[in-house]
T-cell receptor
């Protein structure tokens, strides 16, 4: 079974440029997460989708970050314009939520962004 | 405000030894406590998890000890192997409601197991 797929794996851009990351979750998973992981830190949630609905985006910097999950499958995270401080690893995770059962979040390999 | 504090930041253990990583939390509403293992260039992968109504859970060489009254939990890796060398993250999950199901991660512990 394929895991969570993310692309690109690495991205180098100049500040003020736009950048987009793509995520394909595990087939059948209804919940998708985007996390930010700074060097030497744990992942921090940016946004959570249940199907195509963003149910928790309270930690997404909405002035420059946007995300979408059309048709409740793939998702794209965009930054426009990028700033030096955005250099980090962007992780996508997915899970299958069924009622109150505790579900496991499966993480992709991440996209490592470097803003120059 | 960091809700999950993890220590130590780094740990060096000899092969065959016991690795111990500790976490403390503040929010008593957390209802699920997983540990994730992350290798360089990879995403975190679930290693083992525990609910607060259980004091200990063991899976192979990995054991979680949970102390609800002290709001602390720890990961023990028995017979540590070089292949266990990775960064380990503890996490805590928010229950349904505000911040529903959100995982709050510790800052991670880089474990190095030397032959």
């Amino acid at each position: 079974e394929a895991g969570v797929v993310q692309s690109p794996r690495y991205k180098i851009i100049e500040k003020k440029q736009p950048v987009a990351f793509w995520c394909n979750p595990i087939s059948g998973h209804n919940t998708l997460y985007w996390y930010l992981q700074n060097l030497g830190q744990g992942p921090e949630l940016l946004i959570r989708y249940e199907n195509e609905e963003a149910v928790d985006d309270s930690q997404l910097p909405k002035d420059r970050f946007s995300a979408e999950r059309l048709k409740g499958v793939d998702s794209t995270l965009k930054i426009q314009p990028a700033e030096l401080g955005d250099s980090a690893v962007y992780l996508c995770a997915s899970s299958l939520r069924t009622g109150g059962h505790v579900e496991t979040q499966y993480f992709g390999p991440g996209t490592r962004l470097l803003v120059l | 405000q960091q809700q999950v504090k993890q220590s130590p930041q780094s740990l060096i253990v000899q092969k065959g030894g016991i690795s111990i990583i500790n976490c403390a939390y503040e929010n008593t509403a957390f209802d699920y406590f997983p540990w994730y293992q992350q290798f360089p260039g990879k995403g975190p992968a679930l290693l083992i998890a525990i609910r607060p109504d259980v004091s200990e859970k063991k899976e192979g060489r990995f054991t979680i000890s949970f102390n609800k009254s002290a709001k602390q939990f720890s990961l023990h890796i028995m017979d540590s192997q070089p292949g266990d060398s990775a960064t380990y993250f503890c996490a805590a999950r928010s229950p349904p409601g505000a911040g529903s199901y959100q995982l709050t991660f510790g800052k991670g512990t880089k474990l190095s197991v030397i032959p």
